[in-house]
């Protein structure tokens, strides 16, 4: 049987570092005018920090009295004292610690090699700190994907890219990602995109990877597809080749075939063209995709709706959307004149309107939950939660929701212009959608006001699901 007095043993090894005593290295940290010293031992960091020994080794610095200095400007006082009383005590306080300080904490212990402590730390900051981990979501991601040491770190971020996938995909960085990080996240059945837009991203990853690669397809000679393939080897078996639709087969797949194996693209014509014929290919199963009938937004985008409704800071999970969304008109479909609107969504309660602006990335729309009613025309109806709104999509980088300030104003039940926002925003006529002056709502969606062509727009009528 061991006796084990750890403790005491952790506290004089502290004591020994807080007094100096027979010090012969002196670590600075920081930079001057803030710089701070550390008066160690080379025998404890030996044993304790390999990494920090072997700087030593390479350090030319001695003082008058011929101790050895190693500078770290660019490592904190404030981590570094952290960091050494874990080397002579093997303790750690988090008690009190901001999140961005363990943060620069575990990026400190990753650099110094201690694989436990960045465990660790890992494991405390995705339980104690989940919220900074998210409202810092780039940051982390980046620097996570950086090497193989943060595997916790990775794991929680693509739990969360899954299901917000344009946080990467969209991000203007996008190109520098990791292809280590980017397979780690193709390879999920989670992944909320359409198997088209996965590869429209991966072709996309690895064309910004070969500057060199002419901007136009059509001038690609065999070499250039050549070293596209070899850019993406790691990525093309994720890829859900025959989940693809006809149309997106001969659009997107076809034009970059000398990427693919001969006998992957026979089998993929095979099997959109003759699906009765035999196939070597492996077929991967489609992604486990939460779906909702809209040819104009995405289930992120109606998670984040559905956020709005509920007056919730932060966006729910995207597979805990508590709505269901029934489409009841569609433009394209139905008709853009304001009979085909009142025939379809008269007295219809808790509406979501959508409409995507011509040749651009734009979304815009509103939540009006009373609905517009035919027996009010030329009135204005009165609710205190309606909203109108703008969607972040591809190079629309942020969401712009726009709550009531004027009570009075919500909704105008205008018989030629609907759907119609107060008169702030409102179905013109045939395709063409109007903002005006802000009068009921607070604040502009769009940067300018007037006319504005589109080229659809649906309605819903949203309910509560039964097991939200």
């Avoid at 005018?33 to 031992?41: I, L, W």
């Avoid at 890992?122 to 980046?142: A, C, D, G, R, V």
Wanted: glycine share 2%; hydrophobic share 35%; net charge negative.
């Amino acid at each position: 049987m061991a006796l084990n007095f750890y403790e005491n043993l952790s506290n004089n090894f502290i004591k020994l570092l807080e007094n100096g005593d027979e010090h012969n290295i002196i670590i600075e940290v920081g930079e001057r005018p803030v710089m701070q010293t550390f008066k160690v031992h080379s025998t404890v960091l030996c044993y304790r920090c390999p990494y920090l020994y072997d700087e030593l080794k390479k350090s030319t610095i001695n003082n008058d009295d011929n101790i050895r200095i190693v500078q770290k400007p660019l490592i904190s006082a404030k981590v570094f004292n952290v960091i050494i009383k874990y080397i002579y005590g093997a303790t750690v306080n988090l008690e009190n610690a901001e999140s961005s300080d363990i943060f620069d904490l575990l990026m400190t212990a990753n650099q110094f090699q201690f694989e436990e402590l960045v465990i660790r730390l890992q494991t405390f900051l995705i339980e104690s700190h989940p919220s900074w981990l998210k409202f810092n979501f780039s940051k982390i991601y980046h620097s996570s994907s950086q090497t193989n040491n943060f595997k916790a770190l990775q794991n929680f971020c693509n739990d969360i890219i899954v299901k917000h996938p344009n946080l990467i995909f969209e991000s203007d960085d996008f190109g520098t990602l990791p292809e280590a990080a980017l397979v780690s996240v193709i390879q999920r059945d989670d992944l909320q995109l359409e198997e088209s837009k996965v590869w429209d991203y991966i072709i996309q990853w690895g064309t910004s990877q070969n500057k060199n690669l002419p901007l136009n397809l059509d001038d690609w000679i065999e070499k250039d597809f050549q070293i596209l393939k070899n850019t993406l080897q790691h990525c093309l078996p994720h890829i859900r080749y025959f989940q693809f639709s006809n149309e997106h087969v001969v659009e997107k797949i076809y034009p970059y075939q000398q990427i693919l194996s001969k006998k992957l693209m026979t089998d993929i014509l095979k099997y959109y063209i003759s699906p009765n014929q035999l196939i070597s290919s492996t077929i991967l199963p489609p992604r486990n995709i939460f779906q909702i009938p809209s040819s104009i937004i995405s289930y992120e985008h109606a998670t984040e709706i559905a956020s709005w409704i509920d007056k919730k800071e932060v966006t729910s999970e995207i597979n805990k959307n508590p709505y269901d969304l029934n489409l009841i008109l569609r433009g394209s479909r139905d008709g853009f004149g304001k009979d085909v609107f009142w025939n379809l969504c008269d007295q219809k309660t808790n509406i979501v309107v959508v409409a995507k602006v011509k040749d651009t990335d734009e979304i815009v729309g509103g939540y009006n939950p009373i609905g517009w009613n035919s027996n009010f025309m030329n009135q204005y109806s009165e609710t205190n939660d309606s909203f109108i709104f703008s969607l972040k999509n591809r190079n629309i980088k942020n969401s712009i929701v726009s709550h009531l300030k004027v009570l009075t104003k919500a909704i105008y039940n205008n018989p030629n212009r609907v759907p119609n926002f107060g008169n702030d925003f409102l179905l013109h006529r045939n395709q063409i959608f109007k903002i005006n002056y802000i009068e009921g709502y607070e604040k502009l969606i769009r940067k300018t006001t007037g006319e504005f062509p589109i080229d659809d727009y649906e309605v819903f009528q949203i309910s509560k699901r039964k097991d939200s």
